[in-house]
């Protein structure tokens, strides 16, 4: 069964940077697409990047273009989200996920990785 592992989150202070992994276990296919959430506490779930696992394909919310860079390697099937000039209101949990297709909706993800918090200290 497909899985999907988080690691990377951490403490962090106003301006630094970060990089988020997403492990796929089983096989991940050309189709797939793997996409990144957050959510603050008492928020909602936010759409922040997608990329297309075959082609390579990169997309952004508005709110982290710029700032944050999506990738993936498919030789160690793993997708990565870089964070740079993090600032205080980027301290959420952050779930990577897979979908058949783009989406910025949660309710269209198969499935998601556990979460890791990443708090940003000002």
């Known amino acids: 069964q497909a899985q999907l592992v988080e690691s990377g989150g951490g403490l962090v202070l106003t301006g630094e940077s970060l990089t988020l992994s997403c492990k796929a276990s089983?096989?991940?296919?050309?189709?797939?697409?793997i996409e990144w959430f957050r959510q603050a506490a008492g928020k909602e779930r936010e759409y922040l990047s997608a990329?297309?696992?075959?082609?390579?394909?990169?997309y952004y919310a508005d709110s982290v273009k710029g700032r944050f860079t999506v990738s993936r390697s498919t030789a160690e099937n793993t997708a990565y989200l870089q964070m740079n000039s993090l600032k205080p209101e980027d301290t959420a949990v952050y779930y990577c996920?897979?979908?058949?297709?783009?989406?910025?909706?949660?309710?269209?993800?198969?499935?998601w990785g556990q979460g890791t918090q990443v708090t940003v200290s000002s």
């Open positions: 996920g897979r979908a058949r297709s783009l989406t910025q909706n949660p309710r269209d993800i198969d499935f």
């Open positions: 089983g096989r991940t296919y050309s189709s797939h697409i």
């Open positions: 990329i297309r696992w075959g082609t390579g394909g990169r």
